[in-house]
């Protein structure tokens, strides 16, 4: 097994309400070894989302490190982080967030006309991935001309055309019902965890986090760690 490709180290996440501070994550320290695939479970309010932003680092700690592949990511600055999270890591969201005015295939190529790869290139591979989820039929399609489960697939398309090392995925079946839930978890395992990626997904679905290598348990924001 590879030595460890994320280490997050006595991590803290505080937020102000008010005159109150909110401590949201409670020094939370794991390790994740590249190709794993790990669940992060707990009640609503655990701090599950929070966490997953920090290691997206869309989100700065209060304190702690965030270190990949032995980088400190918050020690670079503004640009480098964002060309790190852009080239690095993929997203997926409980809720799809496609840009409506545009069609499928356009919304899959976003990350790379950031990259500034050319529009040829990108809408060729973005098509690939798009085949790759069984939606090429529809890549003409705005969000609104597709179901739920297809716009789902399509945000999965999405985060994985860039070829990120690590997905983060935030309760990407919650909003589906069981068949098509699966469908989508099953297209994420396809594409990140068999080609050797990294799978992160935040689910209140027990059955779900019985497939994992890991599973992060977080309650009052204090984080502990199983071994499946």
Request: hydrophobic content about 40%; charged content about 25%; proline content about 3%.
């Given at each position: 097994?590879?030595?460890?490709?994320?280490?997050?180290?006595?991590?803290c996440?505080?937020?102000?309400?008010?005159?109150?501070?909110?401590?949201?994550?409670?020094?939370?320290?794991?390790?994740?070894?590249?190709?794993?695939?790990?669940?992060?479970?707990?009640?609503?309010?655990?701090?599950?989302?929070?966490?997953?932003?920090?290691?997206?680092?869309?989100l700065?700690?209060?304190?702690?490190?965030?270190?990949?592949?032995?980088?400190?990511?918050?020690?670079t600055?503004?640009?480098?982080?964002?060309?790190?999270?852009?080239?690095?890591?993929?997203?997926?969201?409980?809720?799809?967030?496609?840009?409506?005015?545009?069609?499928?295939v356009?919304?899959?190529?976003?990350?790379?006309?950031?990259?500034?790869?050319s529009?040829?290139?990108?809408?060729?591979?973005?098509?690939?991935?798009?085949?790759?989820?069984?939606l090429?039929?529809?890549?003409?399609?705005?969000?609104?001309?597709?179901?739920?489960?297809?716009?789902?697939?399509?945000?999965?398309?999405r985060?994985?055309?860039?070829?990120?090392?690590?997905i983060l995925?935030?309760?990407?079946?919650?909003?589906?019902d069981?068949?098509?839930?699966?469908?989508?978890?099953?297209?994420?395992?396809?594409?990140t965890?068999?080609?050797?990626?990294?799978?992160?997904?935040?689910?209140?679905?027990?059955?779900?986090?019985?497939y994992?290598?890991?599973?992060?348990?977080?309650?009052?924001?204090?984080c502990?760690?199983?071994e499946?």
């Amino acid at each position: 097994m590879n030595s460890s490709f994320l280490v997050i180290e006595d991590l803290c996440r505080d937020f102000a309400r008010g005159s109150t501070v909110v401590e949201v994550l409670k020094s939370v320290s794991f390790s994740i070894q590249r190709g794993q695939f790990i669940c992060v479970v707990g009640s609503s309010g655990a701090g599950k989302t929070t966490l997953l932003q920090v290691v997206g680092t869309l989100l700065r700690p209060t304190s702690g490190k965030v270190v990949f592949d032995g980088k400190e990511v918050f020690q670079t600055s503004r640009a480098e982080l964002s060309r790190f999270r852009n080239e690095q890591i993929g997203f997926v969201f409980q809720f799809h967030y496609l840009l409506p005015e545009f069609s499928a295939v356009e919304n899959v190529s976003m990350p790379l006309m950031i990259r500034r790869v050319s529009p040829k290139k990108a809408l060729s591979q973005s098509l690939s991935l798009l085949e790759r989820v069984g939606l090429e039929h529809r890549s003409s399609h705005r969000p609104t001309e597709l179901s739920f489960g297809e716009q789902q697939r399509v945000a999965v398309a999405r985060a994985m055309v860039g070829e990120p090392e690590i997905i983060l995925a935030d309760e990407p079946t919650g909003n589906l019902d069981r068949e098509t839930g699966q469908r989508v978890f099953s297209l994420l395992m396809d594409l990140t965890v068999k080609k050797g990626k990294t799978l992160v997904v935040v689910t209140h679905n027990e059955r779900l986090a019985s497939y994992a290598d890991q599973v992060l348990r977080l309650a009052d924001g204090v984080c502990t760690c199983e071994e499946t």
